[in-house]
């Protein structure tokens, strides 16, 4: 039997699923990098690195998500897979010519910066993962230049979807103020994470109060 072919809508549905993964990654990464770091929150930092052996494969499960994600929808050779370049190729003539003159070189170069990483932690020999972040840093990977990356893979999904529904190509100033895709997962994901981590701050105070009660129990003689 043949296998049915696969449409624009199959695609673009395809990388809304896998953009979603990256931002709910890259949500929570950077939440637990704001609230657990030893400056705002010395407990919570003290309790997670007395746990690394759990908070460190969360750590690499978050970066590989984020960054294996990210360079999954931009990714070039692989054209049977659901990426913003396949979206493209099943572009009609007619919609083709309504891209922004910059929306492929802006793929391509983002593309670019985020391959090379992929790889790195996917399939390198490097064995340290921290090694990986630090040449990320030293390539000008900050936490806002990934949201600015992220936000330009969503307003290029949200055009390809506009022009797969047929409407006129919208201007990417417009885009900015109505990109609502993925919103929901975002803000679900930074409210859990925000939960666990004040249940989990909870937990520890309530832990030093409990065994601070403990050491001032006089034994009954």
Not at 16 to 30: G, I, S, T, V
Request: with cysteine; proline share 3%.
């Amino acid at each position: 039997m043949a296998k049915s072919q696969i449409t624009l809508a199959d695609v673009l549905h395809g990388v809304e699923w896998r953009l979603e993964e990256a931002l709910q990654a890259f949500e929570a990464h950077r939440i637990l990098h704001e609230r657990c770091n030893s400056e705002a929150a010395p407990e919570l930092n003290k309790a997670i690195n007395d746990c690394a052996g759990f908070w460190q494969p969360v750590n690499i499960g978050l970066q590989s998500t984020l960054v294996i994600g990210i360079a999954a929808l931009i990714d070039k050779e692989r054209r049977d897979c659901s990426t913003l370049y396949k979206a493209i190729d099943l572009l009609t003539s007619d919609q083709r010519s309504k891209l922004p003159v910059d929306f492929i070189d802006a793929l391509d170069e983002i593309r670019g910066r985020y391959v090379k990483f992929r790889h790195k932690l996917f399939a390198h020999n490097d064995l340290n993962r921290g090694d990986v972040v630090i040449d990320m840093q030293n390539a000008g990977f900050t936490w806002d230049s990934v949201d600015a990356d992220l936000l330009r893979l969503r307003r290029s999904l949200k055009f390809l979807r506009h022009l797969c529904a047929g409407k006129p190509p919208m201007n990417w100033g417009d885009l900015d103020s109505q990109i609502r895709l993925n919103e929901l997962a975002i803000l679900r994901t930074r409210r859990d994470t925000g939960a666990f981590l004040d249940l989990l701050h909870l937990a520890i105070r309530l832990k030093a109060s409990t065994a601070g009660e403990t050491s001032q129990v006089t034994p009954s003689k």
